[in-house]
């Protein structure tokens, strides 16, 4: 199994800034993806952004049209981690935001599913005042 565990999350007014962090322990991913998904009170699971490599080597990245432009998903290989930085936030991205991968590497459409990941943290709360 690989552990994920996410931090960083907090609240802010809109138009602030938050940087989220996903570490991972138990495997190393030169080969697969991770991903951010959040899930507000009363709605599913929604797709954030991810990323895939292969060796070692980011080859792509996709992000919710949602938050296009606002956000941005970065690998860190010398800590085994994964981040999102988060800016322009809005009320509505509040949410709790999850952090996930799969050595699968999943494509199209699972790569934007939660059913595409096999491993999940245990998310991170941010919240976004008007």
């Known amino acids: 199994q690989v552990r994920l565990v996410e931090s960083g999350g907090g609240s802010v007014e809109a138009g602030g800034s938050l940087r989220l962090s996903c570490a991972a322990s138990?495997?190393?991913?030169?080969?697969?993806?991770m991903g951010w998904f959040r899930q507000a009170p009363g709605k599913e699971r929604q797709f954030v952004a991810t990323?895939?490599?292969?060796?070692?080597?980011?080859?792509?990245?996709y992000y919710a049209d949602s938050v296009k432009g606002r956000f941005t998903i970065t690998r860190d290989k010398r800590k085994n981690t994964v981040g999102l930085e988060m800016n322009d936030l809005k009320p509505e991205d509040t949410a709790v935001y999850y952090c996930a991968a799969d050595l699968a590497r999943p494509e199209r459409p699972e790569l934007f599913r939660p059913s595409g990941y096999e491993n999940w943290g245990q998310g991170t709360q941010v919240t976004v005042s008007s």
């Open positions: 138990g495997r190393y991913f030169a080969n697969g993806v």
């Open positions: 990323t895939r490599w292969n060796n070692g080597v980011v080859y792509d990245t």
